[in-house]
Protein backbone atom coordinates (compact mmCIF):
# COMPACT_ATOMS: atom_id res chain seq x y z
CA UNK A 1 0.00 0.00 0.00
CA UNK A 2 1.26 3.51 -0.82
CA UNK A 3 2.22 5.83 1.98
CA UNK A 4 -0.06 8.29 0.16
CA UNK A 5 -2.88 8.05 -1.87
CA UNK A 6 -4.97 11.16 -3.76
CA UNK A 7 -6.95 10.54 -6.38
CA UNK A 8 -4.99 11.91 -9.74
CA UNK A 9 -7.97 13.94 -11.17
CA UNK A 10 -8.23 15.25 -13.80
CA UNK A 11 -10.65 17.76 -11.88
CA UNK A 12 -11.99 20.19 -14.74
CA UNK A 13 -13.56 23.26 -13.49
CA UNK A 14 -15.06 26.86 -14.14
CA UNK A 15 -13.04 30.34 -12.81
CA UNK A 16 -14.85 31.27 -9.74
CA UNK A 17 -15.82 27.58 -8.88
CA UNK A 18 -14.90 25.72 -5.56
CA UNK A 19 -12.96 22.39 -5.30
CA UNK A 20 -11.98 20.02 -2.90
CA UNK A 21 -8.76 17.69 -3.22
CA UNK A 22 -8.46 14.60 -0.63
CA UNK A 23 -5.63 12.45 0.46
CA UNK A 24 -5.39 8.86 2.78
CA UNK A 25 -2.02 8.03 4.47
CA UNK A 26 -1.43 5.07 5.72
CA UNK A 27 1.43 5.42 8.27
CA UNK A 28 0.44 6.65 11.63
CA UNK A 29 3.96 7.78 12.35
CA UNK A 30 3.20 10.46 10.13
CA UNK A 31 3.21 13.95 11.85
CA UNK A 32 3.25 16.53 9.18
CA UNK A 33 1.92 17.32 6.41
CA UNK A 34 2.28 20.06 3.39
CA UNK A 35 0.40 20.54 0.22
CA UNK A 36 2.66 21.18 -2.71
CA UNK A 37 1.89 22.56 -5.71
CA UNK A 38 3.89 21.81 -9.58
CA UNK A 39 3.11 23.63 -12.68
CA UNK A 40 3.78 21.35 -16.03
CA UNK A 41 7.70 20.75 -16.52
CA UNK A 42 8.27 23.01 -13.50
CA UNK A 43 9.25 21.54 -9.72
CA UNK A 44 7.40 21.28 -7.10
CA UNK A 45 7.10 24.50 -4.71
CA UNK A 46 4.96 24.25 -1.31
CA UNK A 47 2.27 25.61 -1.37
CA UNK A 48 1.38 25.23 2.77
CA UNK A 49 1.95 23.32 5.77
CA UNK A 50 -1.37 21.31 7.59
CA UNK A 51 -1.66 21.94 11.38
CA UNK A 52 -4.07 19.66 13.17
CA UNK A 53 -6.12 22.46 13.88
CA UNK A 54 -6.82 23.39 9.98
CA UNK A 55 -5.38 25.98 8.52
CA UNK A 56 -6.23 28.62 5.92
CA UNK A 57 -4.07 30.94 3.25
CA UNK A 58 -5.83 32.89 1.49
CA UNK A 59 -8.48 30.86 -0.61
CA UNK A 60 -7.14 28.09 0.36
CA UNK A 61 -7.75 26.01 3.48
CA UNK A 62 -6.30 22.27 4.78
CA UNK A 63 -7.35 20.09 7.00
CA UNK A 64 -6.31 17.43 8.83
CA UNK A 65 -8.38 14.40 10.17
CA UNK A 66 -5.64 12.47 12.31
CA UNK A 67 -8.44 9.18 13.19
CA UNK A 68 -9.12 8.98 9.54
CA UNK A 69 -5.45 9.88 8.35
CA UNK A 70 -7.02 12.11 6.25
CA UNK A 71 -5.84 15.51 4.35
CA UNK A 72 -7.74 17.54 2.34
CA UNK A 73 -7.04 21.11 0.26
CA UNK A 74 -10.03 23.20 -0.70
CA UNK A 75 -9.60 26.47 -2.94
CA UNK A 76 -12.00 29.10 -3.49
CA UNK A 77 -13.29 31.22 -6.19
CA UNK A 78 -10.98 28.74 -8.18
CA UNK A 79 -8.50 31.52 -11.08
CA UNK A 80 -7.01 30.51 -13.86
CA UNK A 81 -3.85 30.70 -12.43
CA UNK A 82 -4.52 27.59 -10.39
CA UNK A 83 -4.33 24.96 -13.08
CA UNK A 84 -1.69 22.87 -11.86
CA UNK A 85 -0.53 19.51 -9.86
CA UNK A 86 -1.37 19.38 -6.25
CA UNK A 87 0.68 16.70 -4.36
CA UNK A 88 -0.06 16.11 -0.80
CA UNK A 89 3.03 15.40 0.96
CA UNK A 90 3.69 13.71 4.85
CA UNK A 91 6.81 13.11 7.17
CA UNK A 92 7.70 10.60 9.62
CA UNK A 93 7.97 11.69 13.10
CA UNK A 94 10.05 8.56 14.47
CA UNK A 95 11.27 5.15 13.43
CA UNK A 96 13.81 4.44 10.46
CA UNK A 97 12.02 6.80 8.15
CA UNK A 98 12.53 9.90 10.58
CA UNK A 99 11.77 12.81 9.10
CA UNK A 100 11.64 11.79 5.48
CA UNK A 101 8.69 13.01 3.03
CA UNK A 102 6.53 10.74 0.85
CA UNK A 103 4.96 12.46 -1.58
CA UNK A 104 1.23 11.48 -3.39
CA UNK A 105 1.29 10.93 -6.91
CA UNK A 106 -0.32 14.24 -7.30
CA UNK A 107 -4.12 15.76 -8.19
CA UNK A 108 -4.56 17.51 -11.60
CA UNK A 109 -6.49 20.74 -11.69
CA UNK A 110 -7.90 22.61 -14.73
CA UNK A 111 -9.21 25.84 -14.30
CA UNK A 112 -11.38 26.88 -17.56
CA UNK A 113 -12.45 30.46 -18.27
CA UNK B 1 18.52 34.80 -4.49
CA UNK B 2 19.24 31.54 -6.21
CA UNK B 3 17.92 28.69 -3.77
CA UNK B 4 18.58 25.11 -5.20
CA UNK B 5 20.61 24.77 -8.81
CA UNK B 6 20.61 22.01 -10.95
CA UNK B 7 23.24 20.75 -13.63
CA UNK B 8 22.34 20.52 -16.04
CA UNK B 9 18.90 21.00 -17.09
CA UNK B 10 19.23 18.01 -19.89
CA UNK B 11 20.78 15.68 -20.75
CA UNK B 12 21.04 12.75 -23.80
CA UNK B 13 22.94 9.44 -22.43
CA UNK B 14 23.85 6.68 -24.30
CA UNK B 15 22.86 2.77 -22.70
CA UNK B 16 26.15 2.45 -20.50
CA UNK B 17 27.66 5.99 -20.48
CA UNK B 18 28.13 7.59 -16.95
CA UNK B 19 27.16 11.11 -15.54
CA UNK B 20 27.15 12.78 -12.69
CA UNK B 21 24.07 15.47 -11.59
CA UNK B 22 25.36 18.47 -9.49
CA UNK B 23 23.60 20.46 -7.47
CA UNK B 24 24.12 23.24 -4.49
CA UNK B 25 21.82 25.27 -2.40
CA UNK B 26 22.84 28.00 -0.89
CA UNK B 27 19.98 28.23 2.37
CA UNK B 28 22.64 27.06 4.60
CA UNK B 29 20.12 23.94 4.46
CA UNK B 30 21.28 20.66 6.70
CA UNK B 31 19.23 18.26 4.09
CA UNK B 32 19.66 17.15 1.03
CA UNK B 33 17.74 14.72 -1.31
CA UNK B 34 17.50 13.29 -5.04
CA UNK B 35 14.37 12.52 -6.11
CA UNK B 36 13.48 11.05 -9.56
CA UNK B 37 9.69 11.64 -11.52
CA UNK B 38 7.90 9.81 -14.03
CA UNK B 39 4.68 9.72 -15.06
CA UNK B 40 2.13 7.98 -13.08
CA UNK B 41 4.31 7.26 -10.46
CA UNK B 42 5.21 10.74 -8.52
CA UNK B 43 8.34 11.49 -6.76
CA UNK B 44 10.55 8.75 -5.36
CA UNK B 45 13.83 9.73 -3.08
CA UNK B 46 16.74 8.00 -4.36
CA UNK B 47 19.36 9.06 -2.10
CA UNK B 48 19.13 11.46 0.90
CA UNK B 49 21.75 13.21 3.24
CA UNK B 50 20.45 14.09 6.29
CA UNK B 51 23.69 16.51 7.23
CA UNK B 52 26.99 17.14 6.04
CA UNK B 53 28.74 13.62 6.02
CA UNK B 54 26.32 11.35 6.01
CA UNK B 55 24.17 9.63 2.94
CA UNK B 56 21.29 6.87 3.09
CA UNK B 57 19.27 4.97 0.73
CA UNK B 58 15.85 6.09 -0.44
CA UNK B 59 13.24 4.10 -2.00
CA UNK B 60 14.74 3.88 -5.49
CA UNK B 61 18.67 3.58 -4.95
CA UNK B 62 20.10 0.99 -7.45
CA UNK B 63 22.00 2.00 -10.38
CA UNK B 64 22.94 5.06 -8.42
CA UNK B 65 25.55 6.83 -6.13
CA UNK B 66 26.09 10.02 -4.20
CA UNK B 67 28.41 12.23 -2.88
CA UNK B 68 27.93 15.08 0.05
CA UNK B 69 30.50 17.42 -0.87
CA UNK B 70 30.25 19.66 1.41
CA UNK B 71 27.03 21.31 3.34
CA UNK B 72 26.24 22.91 0.23
CA UNK B 73 26.77 20.29 -2.56
CA UNK B 74 25.35 17.50 -3.31
CA UNK B 75 25.77 14.99 -6.36
CA UNK B 76 24.22 11.49 -8.25
CA UNK B 77 26.00 10.00 -10.47
CA UNK B 78 24.87 7.28 -12.29
CA UNK B 79 27.33 5.03 -13.20
CA UNK B 80 26.07 2.82 -16.11
CA UNK B 81 23.36 4.39 -17.25
CA UNK B 82 19.89 2.05 -18.27
CA UNK B 83 16.97 3.30 -20.53
CA UNK B 84 14.96 2.94 -17.30
CA UNK B 85 16.85 5.93 -15.69
CA UNK B 86 15.55 7.75 -18.23
CA UNK B 87 12.75 10.38 -16.23
CA UNK B 88 12.97 13.92 -14.45
CA UNK B 89 15.78 14.33 -11.80
CA UNK B 90 14.86 16.70 -8.71
CA UNK B 91 17.29 17.86 -5.86
CA UNK B 92 16.07 19.04 -3.04
CA UNK B 93 16.88 20.60 0.60
CA UNK B 94 15.32 21.57 3.50
CA UNK B 95 16.40 23.24 6.83
CA UNK B 96 16.21 20.07 8.67
CA UNK B 97 14.25 16.60 7.56
CA UNK B 98 10.70 16.63 8.18
CA UNK B 99 11.00 20.41 7.18
CA UNK B 100 9.17 21.78 3.58
CA UNK B 101 11.98 21.36 0.95
CA UNK B 102 12.99 23.75 -1.69
CA UNK B 103 13.62 22.04 -5.08
CA UNK B 104 15.44 22.80 -8.09
CA UNK B 105 14.51 22.93 -11.48
CA UNK B 106 15.41 19.71 -12.34
CA UNK B 107 17.63 17.48 -14.64
CA UNK B 108 15.09 16.11 -17.59
CA UNK B 109 17.49 12.81 -18.46
CA UNK B 110 17.04 10.62 -21.66
CA UNK B 111 18.88 7.31 -21.76
CA UNK B 112 18.74 5.68 -25.37
Known amino acids: RKEVEQDPGPFNVPEGAT ?3 NCTYSNSASQSFFWYRQDCRKE ?3 LMSVYSSGNEDGRFTAQLNRASQYISLLIRDSK ?3 SATYLCVVAHDRGSTLGRLYFGRGTQLTVWP | NAGVTQTPKFQVLKTGQSMTLQCAQDMNHNSMYWYRQDPGMGLRLIYYS ?26 LRLESAAPSQTSVYFCASSQHQGYGYTFGSGTRLTVV
Do not use: C, I, Q, W
Request: glycine share 8%; aromatic share 8%.
Open chain 2, 50 to 75: ASEGTTDKGEVPNGYNVSRLNKREFS
Open chain 1, 80 to 82: LSD
Open chain 1, 44 to 46: PKL
Open chain 1, 19 to 21: VAF
